[in-house]
């Protein structure tokens, strides 16, 4: 089964600084990664797929890169609601829509 | 307006059945595979199960194949979660989503439903 990781777990960081996430797949999943963001207490909510799509209403601060093994979900210049939990998720093949572990951004 | 809105958790004991329900409004049904997501306190996101459009095709994580049997109603727009011989490690807040347009992520999800099992 292909296993997806994401790095660093968590992210220190002040508003206004940019901030990479990394999410490596064991296998090669071509473009079918999708990107989230969870606050606490809430669903999870759709910022990325494709690896590079925007989704409809997200801001453009958010960006999303990579190909095969290798993804970076970028926020150019974090925002006081950007302060979450991100998750990458591989969506190429129904019978494994596996997550990453998550990466926690912080206030710094 | 998409809304899903799912019901059914609870307090179970060790063993036991529970069945979530997700309605859903807004949406053409039955276009869309539809799935369940869960996350144990103060843990990630799991994937549970996917369904496609007609309900024809099933897919489980390796944790609940075998107890968990997902499927729809689409002339009732509803999706089910029937969980059986339930384990602690059950326990988390169960999400149904709903597949995008572009089929590449989920683009809707509830607002979960808690499912507490423990004796």
């Known amino acids: 089964d292909i296993q997806m990781t994401q790095s660093p777990s968590t992210l220190s960081a002040s508003v206004g600084d940019r901030v990479t996430i990394t999410c490596r797949a064991s296998q090669s999943i071509s473009h079918w990664l999708a990107w989230y963001q969870q606050t606490p207490g809430k669903a999870p909510k759709l910022l990325i797929y494709?690896?590079?799509t925007l989704e409809s209403g997200v801001p453009s601060r958010f960006s999303g890169s990579g190909s095969g093994t290798e993804f970076t979900l970028t926020i150019s210049s974090l925002q006081p609601d950007d302060f979450a939990t991100y998750y990458c998720q591989k969506y190429n093949n129904y019978s494994s829509l596996i997550f990453g572990g998550g990466t926690k951004v912080e206030i710094k | 307006e998409v809304q899903l809105v799912e019901s059914g958790g609870g307090l179970v004991q060790p063993g036991g059945s529970l069945r979530l329900s997700c309605a859903t409004s807004?949406?053409?049904?039955?276009?869309?595979?539809m799935s369940w997501v869960r996350q144990a306190p103060g843990q990630g996101l799991e994937w549970v199960s996917t369904?496609?459009?007609?309900?024809?095709?099933?897919y489980y994580a390796d944790s609940v194949k075998g107890r968990f049997t997902i499927s729809r109603d689409n002339s009732k727009n509803t999706l089910y979660l029937q969980m059986n011989s339930l384990r602690a490690e059950d326990t988390a807040v169960y999400y149904c989503?709903?597949?995008?347009?572009?089929?590449?992520?989920?683009?809707?999800w509830g607002q979960g439903t808690l499912v507490t099992v423990s004796s």
């Open positions: 807004g949406v053409t049904f039955s276009v869309y595979a």
């Open positions: 369904i496609s459009g007609s309900g024809g095709f099933t």
């Open positions: 494709k690896a590079s």
């Open positions: 989503a709903k597949d995008g347009k572009a089929v590449a992520g989920f683009e809707h």
